[in-house]
């Protein structure tokens, strides 16, 4: 494992990476997790490929180069803190900014060094809160206008139900990356809440080898699945009160205006309420543990407004999540 050397004030950070180069030249992949150090479920994949490249010599039938970075945001990682220690700002926040602080001289390092030099990248995360994530992948509806090769072909690729469609924020990687360099860079989003989901990672795992194999890394079958949403529309519905949660539908599900999500027990009312689902859609992030405080998001849904059921409710009545953190 080789050592990326970064100078910040006061201090010369390390991260680690391995490059792995096939018998043939080709493309550069950057494949990074942990960039939020409290997201164990990006870190638990970037893993995962590692051991399956090991495993299976990877780089007997690889064409082109990986750049494989296990975790880079390592302060944060050792803290279960979401931003870099040394400056506690947002890593994924930092790119191509000219600003001197820890978070910005990482990001433009990195830049420079690698993301500059590549032709894709993925980025792996998970929610980073109480709440668990169903595996998707994020994609961009400007850059179109940048890529030749663009993240939605990667997205298709990964395989997996939900392909969410999003505007993004200033600092982000797969924003500065896109429109400095025309590089795409998609964002893997699996699990959450400080748990490792074996199954979310290994449908993940099973993922990323296959856009390697979309995008001609190493020889194989593409395999695309007949169904996939691409939804643009994220809503939280808030706990009203605190209380004791029970879900009766499942990550992933997909469900209808009025449909019976689970129940609420408030202890402060000795009542228990049913919880109902505002509107057509998937769901998208259910709390993890089964204590809700007042306001916190119990669930989320991804609205499909081309369903036949329309919404009747109003936005004023649950949250509306325009950018998605990541």
């Known amino acids: 494992m080789k050592k990326h050397k970064v100078k910040i004030p006061g201090k010369i950070i390390k991260i680690p990476y391995l490059t792995i180069k096939g018998k043939e030249k080709g493309k550069t992949c950057v494949i990074s997790g942990g960039v939020h150090g409290n997201e164990i479920n990006g870190i638990a994949l970037v893993k995962k490929i590692l051991e399956h490249c090991k495993k299976n010599k990877i780089e007997k039938r690889l064409i082109g180069e990986l750049i494989i970075f296990p975790i880079l945001n390592n ?154 949403y691409y939804l643009q529309d994220r809503f939280g519905i808030p706990a009203k009160e605190a209380g004791i949660v029970m879900f009766e539908k499942k990550l992933g599900q997909r469900v209808h205006l009025g449909d019976k999500i689970g129940k609420i027990y408030v202890p402060s009312k000795g009542k228990t309420k049913d919880l109902y689902s505002p509107m057509c859609g ?16 119990m669930y989320s849904i991804l609205e499909d407004k081309k369903c036949h059921r329309k919404r009747r409710t109003t936005t004023d009545k649950f949250e509306e999540i325009i950018n998605i953190n990541m």
């Open 75 to 228: 302060s944060g990682f050792e803290r279960h803190k979401r931003f870099v220690h040394y400056d506690n700002k947002d890593l994924n926040r930092s790119y191509n900014r000219n600003t001197t602080t820890a978070s910005n001289l990482i990001a433009n390092s990195l830049e420079k060094q690698f993301y500059s030099k590549a032709d894709i990248a993925i980025d792996c995360h998970d929610s980073g809160k109480r709440s668990i994530l169903l595996p998707h992948t994020r994609i961009h509806k400007f850059e179109d206008n940048y890529c030749t090769t663009c993240t939605r072909e990667m997205a298709k690729a990964f395989g997996s139900k939900i392909i969410v469609e999003r505007k993004g924020k200033k600092g982000m990687l797969a924003i500065e990356m896109t429109k400095k360099y025309k590089l795409p860079v998609l964002t893997v989003e699996v699990g959450g809440a400080l748990e490792i989901k074996e199954k979310y990672i290994n449908q993940s795992l099973d993922g990323i080898i296959n856009i390697l194999i979309s995008q001609g890394f190493i020889p194989g079958e593409v395999k695309i699945p007949k169904k996939q």
């Open 282 to 297: 998937l769901i998208f992030s259910l709390q993890h543990v089964d204590s809700v405080i007042k306001g916190e998001i």
